[in-house]
Each structure stands twice: as structure tokens, then as C-alpha cells.
């Protein structure tokens, strides 16, 4: 079958740019490699197929999954995370335009836009996004084309009012760009709220099993669209069939790993709090987190995503980061199994010294699928090991 959009969640998920293979019925639609397609005479193409950069069938299943998943008109898949980001920057933003960004953005984002597209003369204001009025005075100083927010942002887990900061944007002529990386669509979608444009890492959850490098954007507005598709076609910063049949075989499953996440992620984080050798607590679904209220209206659940930092300190995060035997050390995330992170030196390595810098204290889990008291175990195992 085929899913219409209004059907729920899990149903798009498993249908949505899925139909069988019509000449032998295979329920999985087929992998397309080939890169060129044959004419029936100059320039009459069979099914609007022509040049594998342009279009491949493989790729166009998971846009359209893609899009029916975040409630877009159109979906874009890319090589990477920042491959995606750096041409929908290229699609809308020209020299002498301004991005106001989170104070906590992803380390590769800031990188991408501070000291890559900088070079283009596009300027930046990293701000605290949960302050809508700082985000206001910082729109309003510059010729602002974007405002750029990650909720539940990375490694800092805040959270920001979709809707609220919509209208900031808005209100300044500039279009608001979230990064779902962390949420996924199955726990928020952001169009629905006002934003204009989604990206996706969907190296993270969306891929989910720590297999596939790649990146989305997800928009509903047609001319938007229409750029964004201009830009991936002349750059041509394309996911290949291989990486974009991977990620669609992971997004039919995506429902159920978030239920999973979320559930091991609440077990964590409530077993953190308890123990003494822990100074914060980072997950927005604690009751304590200031972001709750509003994690609780805009997300389905809180996902897996938690950090944790210690009262004794970078010798304290790195004994654990080098102890546990479940959680391994490795950077990224959303993945199926359970990842620790030191971004000080790992995944925000790039930003240290910056106002972006993350605390030296701080852990970032990725709680994966496996049985929380197994987690639990592993953590406590790495605790005792503290000085
Ligand atoms: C990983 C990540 C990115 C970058 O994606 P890549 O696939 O690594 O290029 C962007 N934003 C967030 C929140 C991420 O976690």
C-alpha cells in the first residue's frame, strides 16, 4: 500500500514512498545504482528519470518519506548532516545576510557558518535561544536572513519555544531553520509550528543504527522548495542509493527505537539524580528542567538524549567516559546502542575557547534501545570508580 498523509505516524513511516516494485511486486522497493537512465528518443525520458545527481529512485523514496514524516511539501537528501546545511545556507542566505544562531548550536554547524561561510560574507550571532528577547535585539541589529535554533539543543539540552521563536523571526523578514537532529520527527515537527525550513542529521536517529552518514532538509513552502532543489542538483552534495536505502530501512523502524530512547533516557536520568556524585542533571523530562513545560507541549516524549555534569569535575566525567563496558566511548549519537561523549574535547572540540565552549564536567549519553537496568548497571559499575 501507500500511506496517505493523514495517516499516523507509524503507518507514514513504514509506507511512504514505498509502494511495491510494479513489474515483479516486490513489497521492498528495489536499490537504484545506475546513474544514467535510457531515452526513448532525445530527451524523452521514461519516468522523469535522466542523470543520478539530478534525481535517482532510490533517494527520491526517502525524500518523499522524508516529507510525509516532518508534514513538508518536500523533502532534500544529502551526503551529509553539514552537507545539507551548508546548501540550504547557500540557497538562501547571500553576502552581506546574517545568521543568529544558538549560543550552544552543534560544534559543526558554528564551524560551517563561522569559519566557512564567514569567508562569504555571511555574518553570525551565536545567542541563548531560550531568551526570546535577546534573540529579538539580536535579529534586529543585523540584515538577519535566518534564525537557526537546535531543541533540545546539543550537549546542553535546552529548550526552545518553536512557535514563539517563529514569530520572532518572522517578525524581522528572516525564516526560522531547526535542527530535529536531537527530536526527530516522531517526538516534534517543527513546520507544524511555525518553522520554515527542518534539517536533519539523519546520521543520528533517523538512520538509527550508526551505519549511514547523511543529512535532510524538509521544507513546506514551494519556492522554497524550489531553490533548495536547484542548489542539491548544481552542488550536487547528494546522498548516494547505498547511504539513502539505509536510511529509509531505518526510518520504517523509527516510532519504536524513540519509544525505547525515550523510556531509557527518563531511567537514567531519574537514577542520576540520586546519586551524590552528580552536580546536574541535563534532560528536559524532569520536572526541575526549566525547559519542561514547553518540552512537554512541543515533544511526544524527551527522548534519549542526557547529560550529566559532575561535582568532582573533569577527572570525574573522563573516569566514567573511560569505564562503563555497555555505553561505549564514541562520538555521535541515536543510534541503537548506548554512546558516551566528552564533547569538551570530542564532539565540541571545535569550539573551545569559544563562547560556545561546553563545560569540562559534562558528559553527553546517547541512551540507546538495550534494557535500562543494564544501563544503570554499567553507569554504577563506572561511578565506583571515581576518586
Ligand atoms: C551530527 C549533527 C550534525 C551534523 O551532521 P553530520 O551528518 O555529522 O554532517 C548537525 N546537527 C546536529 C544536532 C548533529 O548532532
Known amino acids: 500500500m501507500t500511506a496517505n498523509n493523514n495517516a499516523g505516524f507509524n503507518t507514514r513511516a513504514v509506507h511512504a514512498g514505498q509502494a511495491f516494485e510494479p513489474r515483479t511486486g516486490a513489497v521492498v522497493p528495489p536499490l537504484h545504482f545506475s546513474t544514467t537512465y535510457a531515452q526513448d528518443g532525445i530527451g524523452n525520458l521514461r519516468s522523469g528519470y535522466e542523470y543520478g545527481r539530478g534525481g535517482n529512485p532510490t533517494r527520491d523514496a526517502l525524500q518523499e518519506q522524508l516529507a510525509a514524516l516532518e508534514g513538508g511539501s518536500a523533502a532534500f ?41 564567514g569567508d562569504w560574507g555571511i555574518g553570525n550571532t551565536p545567542v541563548d535561544m531560550s531568551d526570546l528577547d535577546a534573540v529579538a535585539t539580536a535579529v534586529a541589529a543585523n540584515k538577519t536572513r535566518i534564525v537557526w535554533v537546535e531543541t533540545p539543543s ?21 525564516l526560522l531553520v531547526v535542527d530535529n537532529t536531537f527530536a526527530s520527527p516522531y517526538l516534534q515537527t517543527p513546520l507544524a509550528l511555525g518553522a520554515d525550513v527542518v534539517v536533519h542529521s539523519t546520521t543520528k536517529y533517523i538512520g538509527g543504527h550508526s551505519d549511514v552518514v547523511g543529512g535532510a532538509l524538509v521544507v513546506k513552502d514551494a519556492g522554497l522548495a ?14 548516494g542509493p547505498m547511504d539513502a536505502f539505509l536510511t529509509t530501512r531505518g526510518l520504517k523502524t523509527l516510532g519504536v527505537r524513540m519509544d525505547r530512547h525515550s523510556e531509557n533516557g527518563q531511567a537514567v536520568a531519574e537514577w542520576l539524580l540520586q546519586r551524590p556524585e552528580v552536580e546536574a542533571v541535563l534532560y528536559p523530562g524532569l520536572p526541575d528542567h526549566p525547559g519542561h513545560d514547553l518540552a512537554a507541549k512541543q515533544m511526544k516524549s524527551f527522548g534519549g538524549m542526557v547529560s550529566v555534569q559532575f561535582k568532582g569535575g573533569e577527572a570525574a566525567a573522563r573516569t566514567v567516559a573511560e569505564n562503563t563496558t555497555v555505553f561505549t566511548l564514541a562520538e555521535s549519537l ?20 569559544t563562547e560556545l565552549a561546553v563545560p569540562v564536567n559534562l558528559l553527553r549519553l546517547s541512551c540507546g534501545i538495550e534494557d535500562a537496568e543494564d544501563l544503570i548497571a554499567d553507569l554504577e559499575q563506572a561511578f565506583a570508580k571515581i576518586g
Open 77 to 117: 537528501s544529502f551526503g551529509s548532516g553539514l552537507a545539507a546545511e551548508d546548501s540550504l545556507i547557500r540557497a538562501i542566505a547571500r553576502p552581506g545576510d546574517h545568521i543568529v544562531l544558538g549560543n550552544d548550536a552543534y560544534g559543526g554547524t558554528y564551524r560551517l557558518i563561522n569559519r566557512v561561510l
Open 154 to 174: 546539543n550537549p546542553m539540552m535546552k529548550i526552545t519555544d518553536i512557535e514563539a521563536l517563529a514569530a520572532v523571526a518572522h517578525d524581522a523578514g528572516a
Open 226 to 239: 524550489e531553490k533548495i532543489g536547484f542548489i542539491q542538483f548544481a552542488v550536487g552534495a547528494v546522498s
Open 334 to 353: 541515536g543510534g541503537i546502542e548506548s554512546l558516551m561523549n566528552y564533547p569538551s574535547e570530542m564532539t565540541h572540540a571545535s569550539v573551545k575557547g
